[in-house]
């Protein structure tokens, strides 16, 4: 009998040819296949895309093939496609869902296999548990049917997911004045699918856009994986100093994230980025709805808030469980520590082309650059001063979770504690308005320890503190 396979926050990553394989796959392409025929779904269409990691095209050959066996029509993609545009592809070909073979920030050695719902974002956890209910055991019980074989009987068609996207962002935002503002823009996909998207938006005027990292390398030179965070922007940030460029943009390898590097060369951090987001959304557009934001994300979210008369809305950390508040509350903006946004008039799913692309709006339209933009957030909500550290760690997780539970820390960096949230992790508050949590990855044997506080020399001080709680030292 073949391993279980668990799924995780969107589904399932493992690592390449030991647990991620060919037939792996197949087994959860047959769970997801069953889960969608027994809502009723068999005959109906369903989306299929992937990354640029290593061998995800022909990972993503085999997963149509056991969709088609299962009376299923398949939309494949016909090159490696952004994750939003996949998501979107999915509402453009009326599908009931969508398989997409990617490990997004995770490193070179893994992949993955995300799941999405009719309207292109996350599953719910209890769907995530059905489909893996579902995943059979032998390969003896996966339908199948070969690709050419499926792509001749009109079971798969190759279809060009970045047309229709394309039209589809003309209905969120004017590029005509970023086109126009004589911006210079360097971007870095990451060596993933956001290759050549900004170049292809915003050309033919005088902006202009200089990519680095936009070829196909599934190890990722130049950083330790395809995350939008330090170090691995460093060189965007280098190259950004170099040129004198106006901003540097960031997507993740599969693009659904993003980050931001100033004109000087400086961070964003992805807390940061939210909250402009969410500024520009409320000052420069005047648009009003509810907020969504996971626990981990930035408490200048609720002061925004306050400000402008939304409401904001606090959920577990991940999509799957951001995008069923923001679908229920058809809320503006939607996002995550992690550097993933979702909007409102898009799919409910993370999008690092649109997110960028706004951020650009935002400093066309005040005409200032990114740092400007940060401290006129600032002189708002006040400076808020964040970071984060992830550690592997070794031995049973319940066990360290039950240490963390029972710890009751009175203070963390001097600062003293005022409650303890374990809606998902365990997050102290502190009596500065600040906080500190600590989760255990949902993918990886990592725990991760973040702080955000309004005192700059506590920021590290917390962090060590938070890993003492967590048993590490």
């Not at 946004?341 to 650059?369: H, Q, S």
């Not at 973040?450 to 967590?470: F, N, R, W």
């Amino acid at each position: 009998m073949a391993g279980k396979i668990k799924f995780g926050t969107d589904g399932w990553r493992a690592y390449i040819a030991e647990d991620y394989t060919f037939d792996n796959c197949r087994r959860c392409a047959q769970g997801f296949a069953t889960y969608l025929v027994n809502h009723g779904n068999k005959g109906k269409n369903v989306v299929v895309g992937y990354d640029k990691r290593f061998h995800s095209e022909n990972f993503a050959a085999a997963v149509a093939e056991v969709l088609a066996a299962n009376g299923l029509k398949v939309f494949l993609t016909d090159q490696a496609t952004p994750t939003p545009v996949i998501s979107y592809g999915v509402i453009d070909k009326k599908a009931v869902g969508a398989v997409n073979i990617t490990a997004s920030h995770n490193p070179p050695t893994d992949n993955g296999f995300k799941v999405r719902d009719a309207t292109g974002g996350a599953i719910d956890p209890d769907g995530l548990l059905e489909i893996e209910a579902a995943i059979p055991d032998e390969m003896d019980d996966v339908k199948r049917i070969p690709l050419k074989q499926a792509l001749a009987d009109g079971k798969v068609e190759y279809f060009d997911a970045s047309v229709n996207y394309i039209e589809h962002l003309k209905d969120l935002i004017d590029l005509e004045p970023i086109r126009k503002a004589g911006l210079k823009i360097v971007v870095d996909p990451m060596w993933g699918n956001g290759a050549g998207w900004f170049t292809r938006l915003l050309s033919g005027d005088k902006t202009e856009v200089t990519e680095i990292h936009d070829v196909r390398n599934p190890i990722f030179p130049e950083m330790k994986r395809p995350e939008p965070i330090p170090p691995n922007v460093n060189v965007g940030l280098q190259k950004t100093v170099e040129l004198g460029a106006d901003v540097l943009l960031i997507t993740d390898g599969d693009a659904d994230r993003c980050g931001v590097g100033d004109e000087n060369g400086v961070f964003l951090n992805q807390l940061q980025v939210m909250a402009l987001l969410a500024l520009y959304l409320l000052e420069i557009r005047q648009e009003r709805g509810a907020i969504v934001k996971t626990l981990s994300t930035t408490t200048m979210l609720n002061k925004l808030g306050k400000i402008y008369d939304v409401p904001v809305y606090e959920t577990g950390v991940g999509f799957k469980y951001v995008a069923p508040k923001f679908t229920e509350t058809n809320a503006l903006i939607g996002g995550e520590e992690s550097g993933g946004y979702a909007f409102r008039g898009n799919v409910p799913e993370r999008d690092g082309i649109l997110a960028n692309l706004y951020m650009l709006d935002f400093m066309v339209k005040t005409g200032k650059k990114p740092s400007e933009l940060l401290q006129d957030l600032f002189a708002r909500v006040g400076a808020h001063y964040y970071d984060r550290i992830d550690t592997a760690f070794a031995g049973n997780a319940e066990e360290k979770k039950k240490l963390i539970l029972a710890s009751q820390p009175e203070t963390l960096g001097g600062i003293k504690v005022t409650g303890l949230d374990t809606t998902d992790g365990f997050k102290f508050s502190m009596e500065d308005g600040g906080w500190m949590l600590i989760r255990f990855s949902g993918t990886e044997p990592i725990i991760r320890v973040y702080t955000e506080t309004m005192h700059p020399e506590s920021v590290q001080a917390i962090l060590k503190d938070g890993l003492k709680v967590a048993g590490i030292d």
